[in-house]
């Protein structure tokens, strides 16, 4: 869409809640899903699955707003 913005979510709550109810945030949902399998071919939930890799409770490397972190070593990599 040549850098046009075609769908939002915001989540204004530290990056994962909405103020909106609960309705108009599944609506928003349903819509940037939909703008997203357009572009090409996604697995189910695909921002849900992308949400984990910021979890940084879950074991392993994830991406934080401090840069990669090694969980299980409590230290940054980078």
């Known amino acids: 869409n040549k850098g046009t913005i075609v769908a939002t979510l915001p989540l204004p709550i530290c990056g994962l809640l909405s103020h909106d109810p609960l309705e108009s945030v599944v609506n928003q949902l349903n819509k940037v899903e939909a703008a997203a399998a357009k572009l090409g071919s996604l697995p189910p939930a695909p921002f849900a699955l992308l949400s984990f890799l910021a ?20 230290k940054l990599i980078s």
Request: charged fraction near 20%; avoid cysteine.
């Open 55 to 74: 979890l940084p409770v879950i074991p392993e490397l994830k991406i934080t707003d401090m840069g990669m972190v090694d969980v299980l070593a409590f």
